[in-house]
């Protein structure tokens, strides 16, 4: 707890807040990418704290969220066959279909089990050989290495009865999108610490050369989020552009080249549909062909879905930062985190979800 203190420190915060407020004169729109952030941000005050030309506005950084209908719609048809097991984590069976959740279809008989990690649904084909068991695969770049170093330990240990749907993403086209939307006018991105582990920070120059928006990479304490705002603002102020690590005691420069390796090798980059972005070319990752047998969506045939989003939700909108939840007319009445109607109530990580816990009124 005392390396952690350092950086819940109040009159360390204060200091840097002061700061922040004697350098800081532009108008600026921040977005930081990752939910985690969103969380710190609402658990701690810290937009109560910034000066008002200061706004924090929430990105499409919660995996669970971005999963479109249609994803959920094709893991709800691969559960309602006789001889599958599912196995997700917790977060992902709550989110909605076109017409239910992977919690209902449970509830109807359907096999789901909750496990923490894709190692633990590897285990659980082990020890039932005598079903199939498919591992719903999301998330970005933070968890795309493990879950591909479990596809290649199925592969070495000729488990047949273990497949993956992946709805991977990875993060840099979704950040390119936003910063090319002209209704956005975002001034600068609070990276995400841990996808920048695996990635490094070379993704992010394109958005700081080309664009001339300046991107920091954040941990996940109050005071990383307070540096990290503060190193935006600087350079905001004297009209530079760059990309800067704060969180230094978690990511280098070059990422981790050992987790990209095992990531290219089982994945391949696709196109792939986001919530509220729609088909973004290259952001996703399927499934390569010398790991084809591993691959759900090769190994069952999934019937076409037409999949339709709940009426009157806006995630769409607040994944992309162009509206806030309170701005939605389901938030906090019909749309709750015991009964969500938008994927972004789902998550404890959820844009939404976070309102809901530290704004709500």
Not at 17 to 40: D, F, N, P, Y
Not at 87 to 110: H, K, M, N, W, Y
Not at 332 to 344: E, I, L
Request: glycine share 8%.
């Amino acid at each position: 707890m005392e390396y952690i203190d350092r950086y819940r420190d109040p009159e360390s915060i204060e200091r840097l807040v002061a700061q922040i407020r004697a350098i800081s004169r532009k108008q600026a729109k921040l977005m930081e990418v990752c939910g985690t952030h969103t969380v710190t941000i609402g658990r701690n005050g810290i937009r109560e704290i910034l000066p008002r030309h200061i706004s924090l506005i929430s990105g499409p950084g919660c995996p669970v969220c971005v999963t479109p209908v249609e994803a959920i719609d094709r893991a709800v048809a691969l559960a309602q066959k006789q001889d599958v097991t599912i196995a997700t984590f917790g977060d992902l069976i709550r989110v909605p279909g076109s017409e239910t959740t992977l919690l209902r279809q449970r509830g109807e008989g359907a096999d789901i089990r909750i496990v923490y990690s894709a190692y633990d649904a590897l285990h659980l084909a082990q020890e039932d050989g005598g079903r199939q068991v498919v591992f719903l695969g999301i998330g970005f770049e933070t968890t795309a290495p493990t879950v591909a170093a479990v596809i290649r330990r199925a592969k070495e240990t000729g488990v047949r009865n273990f497949a993956v749907l992946s709805m991977h993403k990875v993060l840099p086209p979704a950040l390119m999108a936003l910063v090319e939307s002209p209704q956005l006018g975002i001034d600068g991105f609070i990276c995400p610490g841990h996808v920048t582990t695996i990635i490094g920070i070379e993704p992010y120059e394109t958005i700081a050369d080309d664009f001339h928006v300046p991107c920091v990479v954040a941990g996940f304490e109050p005071l990383d989020v307070l540096e990290a705002v503060g190193l935006l603002v600087r350079q905001i102020e004297m009209g530079e552009a760059r990309v800067e690590i704060q969180y230094r005691r978690g990511v280098s420069p070059d990422g981790n080249p050992k987790a990209r390796a095992v990531m290219e090798e089982v994945f391949e980059p696709c196109d792939s549909v986001w919530r509220g972005f729609g088909l973004l070319p290259k952001s996703g990752l399927r499934i390569s062909d010398s790991y084809a047998d591993f691959d759900a969506t090769r190994k069952y045939e999934i019937a076409p879905v037409n999949p339709r989003e709940p009426e009157g939700c806006i995630c769409g909108d607040i994944l992309r930062g162009l509206r806030q939840p309170p701005d939605c007319p389901l938030f906090q009445t019909t749309c709750r985190p015991d009964s969500p109607v938008g994927a972004c109530m789902v998550s404890s990580e959820g844009t939404c979800a976070a309102y809901y816990k530290y704004y709500r009124r």
